[in-house]
């Protein structure tokens, strides 16, 4: 059942009218903004004078701050290209009206407060990474969709959708609970979508590359690692790539996600906090639990595990090698591939060593396929689970790779490509790398903060010194922002997925998590380290007439910088920007 596409808004004073003009249809859905009682009026009604009219794209959802109420709706969407014949759109603008039209009933501090929250939500929403269909399921995968019942297709879209990959889901709550009101129910999507025009041999076909991320362990770089209790991965993502050629289709699925085992990496002023294993909780349980889902999900596995063999990620190696032998599934394999040192002074031609590897299972577990027709030609039996340290910037490389192998062989397979010819000979080849480093990026953006690295290699096949330049700018941004804003991303990213719940008395009856203390340390230790840097370079500059004062203020002066720096780097974890939330608790063993 499709969603609407049509939509406009009314804004009256005591309620939302949003009025459906698809062809067809008079459904009007309306929102009482006093008592948030919605009722559908599926044979028209006679909208009152409203303060407000805007034709929107779609509606988000609601969800609950301390002001009470809002309305997210979809203000803009751009057109990404086409699926089986259905529209995918990007969503370019959002807009969050309250139900309330004054915030009178909230004291100074709770206004104060709700204003963060609000902040919190549209910054989340300002991701840039949002998708949605209103007449196609893009939540799953071609394989997953061809093998559902004729049943399965009549349910209402946000039904049927996966919802590992639907993150409006806490926002669609209210309006889930009222079936009548399906076609105003939009799921949508975090992750990436292109879809790419290519033409090898005069012959036409389209490109397409989806990306899912989980909304299960969601959050930010450091802030999120490793499994929960249920198995869940950290920063997973399903990837898609598929190919459209006269109404043949085929599709290549990979997934990545953090390392499988109970670890954290909390930032604390550190550029690579060293990572720590739980010595408590019971890894196999966890880790079993990850995998039993997957196999569900994908059928067999070729785990496979990009990160360095020794310093501070060896531990991590070692750990995740003996929970894979010890849990004895035959459903699965591990191969562990040191990338940074087989590739090391930009020996980047060593992967196909790791490729080789890999080839058996990839011919194994082969591609989805259907014809023309709707016949089933071949059916993809299991994947790879692709990860390094952060599941970013290695384990890219490494999937379009793979998935490079494997469109070439469905290129041989419809014709687009003669025996003997190559993906490299001609102009598309530039258009799969742009792409799948696009993606690379846009993953990158959504858990670290900034674009991918070493894509360099997946744009041009090759590593550069402008990439090299490039990634040491990004290396850069990426400390800052996951020592000195992740924290505020990672509540946002809670509170809009409904993994902290905003209560109407906060702040009155019980504290809020907001209302932080800071130690006396947090302010002094940095203002006398500034002041003693200041000093030391005026000594320099500006130095005294004798010789043994100039020496001694110098001196003095730069032991003081060096010391206060010291303490701050020492009580790191006090400095950084950390949730206060969900996550503002750091279990310890």
């Known amino acids: 059942m499709a969603v609407h596409d049509n939509l406009v808004l009314h804004i009256g004073e005591d309620k939302f009218y949003i009025e459906?003009?698809?062809?067809?249809?008079?459904?009007?859905?309306?929102?009482?903004?006093?008592?948030?009682?919605?009722?559908?009026?599926?044979?028209?009604?006679?909208?009152?004078?409203?303060?407000?009219?805007?034709?929107?794209?779609?509606?988000?959802?609601?969800?609950?701050?301390?002001?009470?109420?809002?309305?997210?709706?979809?203000?803009k969407k751009r057109k990404v290209g086409e699926i089986k014949g259905e529209t995918i759109w990007k969503i370019t603008s959002t807009e969050i009206i309250p139900y309330r039209k004054t915030l009178l009933h909230l004291s100074e501090i709770q206004q104060r407060h709700n204003r963060v929250y609000e902040g919190m939500i549209q910054q989340v929403l300002d991701m840039n990474c949002y998708y949605f269909s209103t007449t196609y399921d893009l939540t799953h995968t071609l394989q997953r969709l061809y093998n559902?019942?004729?049943?399965?297709?009549?349910?209402?879209?946000?039904?049927?959708?996966?919802?590992?990959?639907?993150?409006?889901?806490?926002?669609?709550?209210?309006?889930?609970?009222?079936?009548?009101?399906?076609?105003?129910?939009?799921?949508?999507?975090?992750?990436?979508?292109?879809?790419?025009?290519?033409?090898?041999?005069?012959?036409?076909?389209?490109?397409?590359?989806?990306?899912?991320?989980?909304?299960?362990?969601?959050?930010?770089?450091?802030?999120?690692?490793?499994?929960?209790?249920?198995?869940?991965?950290?920063?997973?993502?399903?990837?898609?790539?598929?190919?459209?050629h006269s109404g043949n289709l085929a599709s290549f699925v990979q997934t990545r996600g953090s390392i499988p085992l109970f670890w954290t990496q909390r930032p604390n002023i550190k550029y690579k906090p060293t990572p720590q294993i739980s010595k408590s909780q019971n890894h196999l349980d966890?880790?079993?639990?990850?995998?039993?889902?997957?196999?569900?999900?994908?059928?067999?596995?070729?785990?496979?595990?990009?990160?360095?063999?020794?310093?501070?990620?060896?531990?991590?190696?070692?750990?995740?090698?003996?929970?894979?032998?010890?849990?004895?599934?035959?459903?699965?394999?591990?191969?562990?591939?040191?990338?940074?040192?087989?590739?090391?002074?930009?020996?980047?031609?060593?992967?196909?060593?790791?490729?080789e590897k890999l080839s058996k299972e990839q011919e194994q577990f082969g591609y989805f396929m259907v014809s023309s027709s709707n016949e089933l030609l071949k059916h993809q039996i299991g994947v790879f689970r692709t990860n390094c340290i952060d599941c970013l910037d290695r384990t890219n490389v490494v999937q379009s790779l793979l998935a490079r192998r494997s469109l070439y062989e469905q290129m041989q397979f419809f014709g687009i490509l003669k025996p003997g010819e190559r993906i490299e000979e001609h102009q598309f080849d530039s258009s799969f790398n742009n792409v799948w480093a696009d993606n690379a990026d846009e993953c990158s953006k959504q858990y670290a903060g900034t674009g991918a690295l070493k894509t360099d290699f997946t744009r041009t096949g090759k590593r550069t010194k402008f990439g090299l330049l490039k990634d040491g700018f990004n290396s850069a941004v990426r400390y800052y922002k996951n020592n000195f804003s992740d924290g505020t991303r990672q509540d946002a990213i809670d509170l809009f997925l409904g993994n902290y719940i905003v209560e109407d008395n906060e702040g009155i009856t019980f504290p809020s998590p907001l209302e932080q203390q800071r130690d006396?340390?947090?302010?002094?230790?940095?203002?006398?380290?500034?002041?003693?840097?200041?000093?030391?370079?005026?000594?320099?500059?500006?130095?005294?007439?004798?010789?043994?004062?100039?020496?001694?203020?110098?001196?003095?002066?730069?032991?003081?910088?060096?010391?206060?720096f010291g303490l701050i780097y020492i009580f790191g974890l006090e400095y950084v920007d950390a949730p206060r939330l969900c996550q503002s608790k750091i279990k310890v063993d």
């Open 286 to 355: 966890a880790f079993h639990r990850h995998i039993d889902s997957l196999v569900v999900s994908y059928g067999m596995h070729v785990l496979i595990n990009l990160i360095d063999h020794k310093g501070a990620e060896k531990l991590l190696e070692d750990r995740f090698a003996k929970t894979v032998y010890d849990s004895k599934n035959e459903q699965i394999r591990y191969e562990s591939f040191d990338f940074h040192h087989e590739c090391r002074k930009m020996q980047w031609h060593r992967l196909s060593i790791l490729t």
């Open 148 to 244: 559902t019942s004729p049943e399965f297709s009549q349910m209402a879209l946000h039904e049927r959708a996966d919802q590992r990959f639907v993150w409006n889901c806490h926002l669609l709550r209210e309006l889930s609970a009222q079936p009548e009101v399906s076609r105003f129910i939009l799921p949508v999507m975090c992750g990436f979508v292109s879809v790419k025009v290519g033409l090898i041999n005069s012959k036409r076909f389209e490109h397409i590359l989806v990306s899912r991320r989980s909304c299960f362990r969601a959050g930010t770089r450091f802030y999120m690692r490793g499994l929960d209790d249920q198995g869940h991965a950290a920063n997973f993502v399903e990837t898609e790539q598929i190919i459209q």
């Open 20 to 75: 459906a003009r698809d062809q067809g249809t008079k459904e009007v859905l309306v929102i009482d903004r006093l008592s948030q009682e919605i009722v559908l009026e599926s044979s028209g009604i006679q909208i009152p004078t409203v303060t407000a009219v805007q034709p929107i794209c779609g509606v988000i959802g609601t969800i609950n701050l301390l002001a009470g109420h809002y309305l997210v709706i979809i203000t």
């Open 520 to 564: 006396v340390k947090y302010l002094l230790l940095p203002l006398i380290c500034v002041i003693a840097f200041s000093m030391t370079l005026i000594s320099v500059l500006m130095p005294p007439a004798e010789t043994f004062l100039a020496i001694s203020y110098f001196l003095f002066w730069l032991i003081a910088t060096t010391l206060t």
